[in-house]
């Protein structure tokens, strides 16, 4: 390659390398290594401080339990996790475009949902032992009950946000009920969708360790609940770690997404 040829190429990677330097998370990476620090330094402060020594185990120990992750029972888990969200939004979104269609039908399935949300998730679990006999479908049911109504206010909420003038225009065009829907509610609560399952999934996580916990053979709840057994602090931290990992890689996946689905907004 000529001279010249050599250093544009050069100049154009130099720009490109520091963009992709500039994007790196440097401050989270130095929030987690001064945690890190802090928490080995409490590890060894612990039995000076009243605490037992195995409450507050070493980086070194939780790292040996990481090394004992089974595969098996993270995707156990990632699966119950995505079938109970991928029912519980078809469910919600269902029943908010009747809702939406219907006053009647909201101001009667509207206290419904509110109550649903406000059943602690205990109660449905234990609700889900006396009903079903099944320890997979008790799990799914639980998260339907409880990730199915976040949906259906979320879409709901969207739906009415949309202008009127833009109902207006588009009925004016004497659309079929598809659509209406499709031409212009789909894409207008498209943003509010996936915002509602961002936090939707942070909060299928919570509840399916919850619902694993009981009665559940495989899992990440069910390795939380042996631990727990066992008093090894180290596995449940390194379950834990698992845990926010696994929200952080669905998290990022759910970006990626909305930043394709959504490339009309930049």
């Given at each position: 390659?000529?001279?010249?040829e050599?250093?544009?190429?050069?100049?154009?990677?130099?720009?490109?390398?520091?963009?992709?330097?500039?994007?790196?998370?440097?401050?989270?990476?130095?929030?987690?290594?001064?945690?890190?620090?802090?928490?080995?330094?409490?590890?060894?402060?612990?039995?000076t401080?009243?605490?037992?020594?195995?409450?507050?185990?070493?980086?070194?120990?939780?790292?040996?339990?990481?090394?004992?992750?089974?595969?098996?029972?993270?995707?156990?888990?990632?699966?119950?996790?995505?079938?109970?969200?991928?029912?519980?939004?078809a469910?919600?979104?269902?029943?908010?475009?009747?809702?939406?269609?219907?006053?009647?039908?909201?101001?009667?399935?509207?206290?419904?949902?509110?109550?649903?949300m406000?059943?602690?998730?205990?109660?449905?679990?234990?609700?889900?032992?006396?009903?079903?006999?099944?320890?997979?479908?008790r799990?799914?049911?639980?998260?339907?009950v409880?990730?199915?109504?976040?949906?259906?206010?979320?879409?709901?909420d969207?739906?009415?946000?949309?202008?009127k003038?833009?109902?207006?225009?588009?009925?004016?065009?004497?659309p079929?009920?598809?659509q209406?829907?499709?031409?212009?509610?789909?894409?207008?609560?498209?943003?509010?969708?996936?915002?509602?399952?961002k936090?939707?999934?942070?909060?299928?996580?919570?509840?399916?360790t919850?619902?694993?916990?009981?009665?559940?053979?495989?899992?990440?709840?069910?390795?939380?609940?042996?631990?727990?057994?066992?008093?090894?602090?180290?596995?449940?931290?390194a379950?834990t770690?698992?845990?926010?990992?696994?929200?952080?890689?669905l998290?990022?996946?759910?970006?990626?997404?909305?930043?394709?689905?959504?490339?009309?907004?930049?």
């Amino acid at each position: 390659m000529p001279p010249d040829e050599t250093d544009a190429a050069t100049s154009l990677a130099e720009p490109r390398r520091s963009l992709l330097l500039s994007n790196l998370p440097r401050e989270a990476i130095v929030s987690i290594a001064v945690l890190a620090a802090i928490w080995q330094a409490m590890s060894y402060l612990a039995p000076t401080l009243g605490i037992p020594a195995f409450a507050i185990p070493g980086l070194g120990r939780i790292a040996t339990s990481l090394m004992k992750v089974t595969p098996l029972d993270v995707a156990v888990t990632l699966g119950r996790v995505l079938l109970s969200l991928v029912l519980s939004f078809a469910i919600g979104v269902a029943v908010a475009i009747v809702m939406y269609l219907s006053e009647s039908l909201e101001r009667h399935l509207r206290p419904l949902v509110r109550i649903l949300m406000a059943v602690p998730v205990v109660s449905w679990i234990l609700f889900a032992v006396l009903w079903f006999k099944g320890v997979e479908f008790r799990i799914v049911f639980v998260l339907i009950v409880v990730c199915a109504p976040v949906f259906t206010v979320d879409a709901l909420d969207n739906m009415r946000e949309v202008s009127k003038e833009l109902k207006q225009m588009i009925r004016s065009f004497r659309p079929t009920p598809l659509q209406f829907f499709r031409k212009l509610m789909l894409p207008a609560i498209t943003p509010g969708l996936i915002t509602s399952w961002k936090i939707t999934l942070s909060l299928a996580i919570r509840v399916v360790t919850i619902a694993e916990l009981v009665g559940a053979v495989t899992g990440i709840g069910h390795q939380l609940s042996v631990a727990q057994e066992l008093f090894s602090v180290a596995d449940v931290f390194a379950w834990t770690l698992v845990l926010v990992v696994l929200l952080f890689m669905l998290e990022a996946l759910l970006v990626r997404l909305e930043t394709r689905v959504l490339r009309w907004r930049a």
